[in-house]
């Protein structure tokens, strides 16, 4: 039941996501050599390769700070639905409001400025 949940969320949050890294590319040029060291520090930053419990006797803002992420949600999802884990407390609303975020935004960003994008090509 959470797999196609998950998808979906996951599907809005990285349309969003790159229609706005697409928008910046086009008058911003660098940022092409930019993404991949972001997405490879956000990966290392994210719980994906080392659980939460890791962070078990750190201050309380070091978990604060890591369930404020945007992929956390989503990770606890798939967790959920792939290896029969309990759900975080917060995971689904967190997914829900990052992916609607920033899947609106991102495209409402794109759409705003693509007549200009000939402009800067």
Same mark, same amino acid.
């Given at each position: 039941?959470?797999?196609p949940f998950a998808f979906v969320l996951q599907l809005l949050f990285n349309l969003g996501?790159? $229609?706005f890294v697409a928008r910046l590319? #086009?008058?911003i040029r660098d940022i092409n050599n930019l993404v991949p060291h972001a997405s490879r520090m956000w990966l290392y930053l994210s719980p994906v390769i080392w659980p939460i419990t890791f962070l078990d006797g750190l201050p309380a803002w070091a978990e604060s700070a890591v369930r404020m992420n945007p992929v956390f949600g989503l990770l606890s999802?798939? @967790?959920? $639905?792939?290896?029969? @884990?309990?759900l975080e407390?917060?995971?689904v609303l967190s997914a829900v409001l990052w992916a609607v975020a920033v899947? #609106?935004?991102g495209i409402i %960003?794109? #759409? @705003?400025y693509e007549g200009n994008? %000939? @402009?800067h090509l």
């Open positions: 039941v959470w797999l996501l790159s $229609a590319a #086009v008058p999802i798939y @967790r959920t $639905a792939l290896l029969d @884990r309990p407390e917060g995971a899947g #609106v935004l %960003a794109f #759409v @705003r994008m %000939a @402009r």
